[in-house]
């Protein structure tokens, strides 16, 4: 597996850490880790991107609208939460789900399943 741009959407700090930390130590470049719906869609639209990691809601509001622009452009992502399918936005809760707490050997077999 090759070394990719993973955007990483986390709004709580201390496991936006944990995921990045996990992603660089196994050599992918991390975009963020960004806490909020807007700063995400700015990553999106600003940045290549291979493959991205969200939080099911970000301070209580659906990332759906992350999920929909990624969507759009063609950019696979997996859900990192601790919610059920059943707390993920309607159109996306067949998506991959890694469940909250994470092992690191999830969050980095998602990102090998982005196709590059």
Known sequence: MGARRILVVE???LIALDIAGVLEQAGHQVIGPHGSIAEALRAIEGQEVDGALLDANLAGQPVGT???????RRIPFAF?????????????????LIKKPF???????????FAK
Do not use: C, N
């Open 66 to 72: 992350i999920a929909d622009a990624l969507t759009v």
């Open 103 to 113: 092992m690191a050997k999830d969050l980095l077999a998602a990102v090998g399943a």
């Open 80 to 96: 990192v939460s601790g919610y059920g399918r059943d707390q993920l936005p309607a159109q996306y809760r067949a998506a991959p």
């Open 11 to 13: 709004d709580e700090f």
